[in-house]
């Protein structure tokens, strides 16, 4: 059976030392999940992005993420492009209107109407993951989307969202969509301790206090201070 390493922090080495985790168990069973998702992601295409196929195809993927890909689609078909790019994969999750990945940037200090504005200016296109005739994602979509999984896996999520959208498309390096959102200033390393402060406060306030009237009320009420823990974090990291 082949060997693959895996590394850890060491932290998290002692940790699970100390709780005798099976490894190799957990991360066969990580990795089989994450290779039938990855595999779902490569086979979509545009025509089986209606609600029902990307629930069936991509059921860890949240209905707010579903609503993104079918907004990318829409918009890709609008343009006439021969694949699904990084570009309009930002464009739908900056139209979905209401994510955590809307939130966590504005935390950054990244405005999702400027955004909006870089991507306008910014459209080339990105080859196809194949040759045929059906518009799938681009190669860089693809890879991203394959990101978005494994930082939601890295994460210890069981879920895919936004803010694991956005940290795809922010890792993936040859895309307009990863140009576009790093020359606006949204970093890998601080935007996923943004994500992962922005989560932990909304648990927190969940935990606390009585529902909001709204999602949006609630993801607005536990952003409110990550701007300035944020910006600490950024300045001990330079």
């Given at each position: 059976?082949?060997?693959?390493?895996?590394?850890?922090?060491?932290?998290?080495?002692?940790?699970?030392?100390?709780?005798?985790?099976?490894?190799?168990?957990?991360?066969?069973?990580?990795?089989?999940?994450?290779?039938?998702?990855v595999t779902a992601?490569?086979?979509?295409?545009?025509?089986?992005?209606?609600?029902?196929?990307?629930?069936?195809?991509l059921p860890n993927?949240?209905?707010?993420?579903?609503?993104?890909?079918?907004?990318?689609?829409?918009?890709?078909?609008?343009?006439?492009?021969?694949?699904?790019?990084?570009?309009?994969?930002?464009?739908?999750?900056?139209?979905?209107?209401?994510?955590?990945?809307?939130?966590?940037?504005?935390?950054?200090?990244?405005?999702?109407?400027?955004?909006?504005?870089?991507?306008?200016?910014?459209?080339?296109?990105?080859?196809?993951?194949?040759?045929?005739?059906?518009?799938?994602?681009?190669?860089?979509?693809?890879?991203?989307?394959?990101?978005?999984?494994?930082?939601?896996?890295?994460?210890?999520?069981?879920?895919?969202?936004?803010?694991?959208?956005?940290?795809?498309?922010?890792?993936?390096?040859?895309?307009?969509?990863?140009?576009?959102?790093?020359?606006?200033?949204?970093?890998?390393?601080?935007?996923?301790?943004?994500?992962?402060?922005?989560?932990?406060?909304?648990?927190?306030?969940?935990?606390?206090?009585?529902?909001?009237?709204?999602?949006?009320?609630?993801l607005a009420a536990?952003?409110?201070?990550?701007?300035?823990?944020?910006?600490?974090?950024?300045?001990?990291?330079?």
């Amino acid at each position: 059976m082949p060997k693959i390493n895996v590394y850890l922090p060491d932290e998290l080495a002692e940790a699970v030392k100390a709780a005798g985790v099976p490894v190799s168990a957990v991360c066969q069973r990580a990795l089989e999940q994450a290779v039938r998702r990855v595999t779902a992601i490569r086979e979509t295409v545009l025509g089986d992005l209606d609600d029902a196929a990307l629930a069936a195809r991509l059921p860890n993927f949240t209905a707010r993420v579903r609503t993104v890909l079918r907004l990318s689609a829409e918009r890709a078909a609008a343009e006439s492009a021969p694949a699904v790019g990084t570009g309009h994969l930002l464009a739908g999750l900056l139209a979905e209107g209401g994510n955590l990945a809307l939130h966590v940037l504005r935390a950054i200090d990244v405005e999702p109407d400027r955004l909006a504005q870089d991507l306008a200016r910014q459209s080339p296109a990105e080859p196809a993951v194949s040759d045929d005739a059906t518009r799938r994602f681009s190669a860089p979509a693809a890879a991203a989307l394959e990101l978005t999984v494994t930082e939601a896996t890295a994460l210890g999520h069981n879920y895919v969202g936004c803010e694991h959208l956005l940290l795809g498309l922010i890792a993936e390096p040859d895309g307009a969509g990863g140009q576009v959102l790093r020359a606006a200033g949204a970093e890998l390393r601080l935007t996923r301790r943004a994500v992962s402060a922005a989560l932990a406060g909304y648990v927190h306030l969940r935990a606390q206090t009585p529902p909001p009237a709204s999602a949006e009320a609630a993801l607005a009420a536990a952003l409110a201070p990550l701007l300035e823990r944020i910006e600490r974090l950024e300045a001990r990291s330079q």
